[in-house]
């Protein structure tokens, strides 16, 4: 076995960082309790928002009709730098091939809404594929980019729609922020709806081709970005792997023990949980003094390591548990040593 010599502070980093992973793995209890939760239901469920801390969140349109507002849907979300997610269908492909370029051009992906729309529950499985894979194909020869997700017409689904398309590597997507602006509402009443209902991980469901949405999308993009919300394409938003969905459609991270804190992901990776970071009594100040530590090398903040590892054992992880399996205590210490040695070669 490869001998490594621990002196104090390589100690102190190596259990600093395993601590880190220690406190973000301790959130995955959670969610695989809601896990079996959800299996037990036996129900297939699309993604409806997903649980994150980073107020990153998702504005969808669903494009079907006509191609009124394209490029005021363009420079308004430009814009507030917002980068949007516009499902469409392989008709309105058919119809309008320069809009839908537009929309990608312009930096905003394209996911798949059907090829014609049809009403999928309970549509016949063959039916369905041929319908998906045309809409995916007239998607692909505009964009060059092959669709990773569905959004069902009108949000039909049952349990043979999901297993189905998701079978053919598509993720299916709802929304839990409904704007209703297909009702024609006052321009006022989408944007107050809106803004109350979004939290950090919510999917928004706008149409194209609405004057109202037009309207209102400003002020709603304002608003929000005056609460700090960042807007992202929903394949940006949810996880693709190590992930459950509670009964209400919240996709949440499920995150195993062995997670890794590399200098590259440590910035990702606080910011995601950060939640349960400040519930081990580490602070802003201090996370950003530990992800410094990660990427430099440097020693790990006495206040932080002694949070992170209380926080860590109250979870029954021991910081002894965490140094790598190749590292052993070596026969002679150097300077920077002292104190007794335990049989697991840390010192204290």
Same mark, same amino acid.
Request: some cysteine; overall charge negative; hydrophobic content about 35%.
């Given at each position: 076995?490869?001998?490594?010599?621990?002196?104090?502070?390589?100690?102190?980093?190596?259990?600093?960082?395993?601590? !880190?992973?220690?406190?973000?793995?301790?959130?995955?209890?959670?969610?695989?309790?809601?896990?079996?939760?959800?299996?037990?239901?036996?129900? /297939?469920?699309?993604?409806?928002?997903?649980?994150?801390?980073?107020?990153?969140?998702?504005?969808?349109?669903?494009?079907?009709?006509?191609?009124?507002?394209?490029? %005021?849907?363009?420079?308004?979300?430009?814009?507030?730098?917002?980068?949007?997610?516009?499902?469409?269908?392989?008709?309105?492909?058919?119809?309008?091939?320069?809009?839908?370029?537009?929309?990608?051009?312009?930096?905003?992906? =394209?996911?798949?809404?059907?090829?014609?729309?049809?009403?999928?529950?309970?549509?016949?499985?063959?039916?369905?594929?041929?319908?998906?894979?045309?809409?995916?194909?007239? =998607?692909?020869? =505009?964009?060059?980019?092959?669709?990773?997700?569905?959004?069902?017409? +009108?949000?039909?689904?049952? $349990?043979?729609?999901?297993?189905?398309?998701?079978?053919?590597?598509?993720?299916? =997507?709802?929304?839990?922020? $409904?704007?209703?602006?297909?009702?024609?509402?006052?321009?006022?009443?989408?944007?107050?709806?809106?803004?109350?209902?979004?939290?950090?991980?919510?999917?928004?469901?706008?149409?194209?081709?609405?004057?109202?949405?037009?309207?209102?999308?400003? /002020?709603?993009?304002?608003?929000?970005?005056?609460?700090?919300?960042?807007?992202?394409?929903?394949?940006?938003?949810?996880?693709?792997?190590?992930?459950?969905?509670?009964?209400?459609?919240?996709?949440?991270?499920?995150?195993?023990?062995?997670?890794?804190?590399?200098?590259?992901?440590?910035?990702?990776?606080?910011?995601?949980?950060?939640?349960? !970071?400040?519930?081990?009594?580490?602070? $802003?100040?201090?996370?950003?003094?530990?992800?410094?530590?990660?990427?430099?090398?440097?020693?790990?903040?006495?206040?932080? +390591?002694?949070?992170?590892?209380?926080?860590?054992?109250?979870?029954?992880?021991?910081?002894?548990?965490?140094?790598?399996?190749?590292?052993?205590?070596?026969?002679?210490?150097?300077? %920077?040593?002292?104190?007794?040695?335990?049989?697991?070669?840390?010192?204290?």
């Amino acid at each position: 076995m490869r001998m490594i010599t621990l002196t104090k502070k390589k100690v102190k980093r190596l259990t600093a960082i395993g601590l !880190l992973a220690a406190a973000t793995a301790a959130a995955g209890v959670g969610a695989i309790l809601t896990s079996v939760g959800t299996q037990a239901t036996e129900r /297939q469920l699309p993604v409806y928002c997903v649980e994150r801390g980073d107020n990153k969140i998702s504005l969808t349109f669903d494009v079907a009709w006509e191609n009124s507002n394209t490029q %005021e849907l363009i420079d308004i979300l430009d814009e507030y730098d917002a980068r949007a997610t516009f499902f469409v269908t392989g008709d309105w492909c058919d119809r309008y091939p320069g809009d839908v370029k537009m929309f990608a051009d312009a930096g905003h992906e =394209i996911q798949n809404h059907s090829d014609v729309h049809p009403h999928v529950k309970g549509m016949n499985v063959n039916d369905l594929i041929t319908d998906t894979k045309s809409a995916s194909r007239k =998607i692909k020869d =505009i964009t060059d980019t092959e669709p990773t997700l569905y959004r069902a017409p +009108y949000g039909e689904y049952d $349990d043979t729609v999901i297993t189905t398309v998701e079978g053919m590597g598509l993720t299916v =997507i709802q929304w839990d922020v $409904d704007s209703l602006d297909w009702k024609k509402p006052d321009p006022s009443a989408i944007t107050k709806k809106v803004v109350n209902s979004v939290k950090s991980g919510s999917i928004v469901l706008f149409h194209n081709d609405l004057e109202n949405t037009t309207e209102a999308l400003p /002020q709603i993009l304002e608003q929000l970005s005056q609460k700090g919300y960042e807007f992202v394409p929903v394949s940006e938003l949810i996880y693709t792997e190590n992930y459950t969905i509670d009964p209400n459609g919240m996709q949440i991270s499920i995150v195993q023990s062995n997670t890794e804190i590399t200098p590259e992901n440590v910035d990702e990776v606080m910011a995601q949980y950060s939640e349960q !970071l400040h519930s081990a009594g580490v602070s $802003d100040e201090q996370m950003a003094l530990a992800a410094q530590a990660v990427k430099s090398g440097a020693e790990i903040p006495d206040e932080v +390591y002694e949070a992170l590892a209380d926080y860590a054992m109250s979870n029954g992880i021991t910081p002894a548990s965490l140094i790598p399996d190749t590292a052993e205590a070596p026969d002679t210490m150097d300077s %920077e040593s002292s104190g007794a040695e335990t049989e697991s070669g840390i010192v204290k």
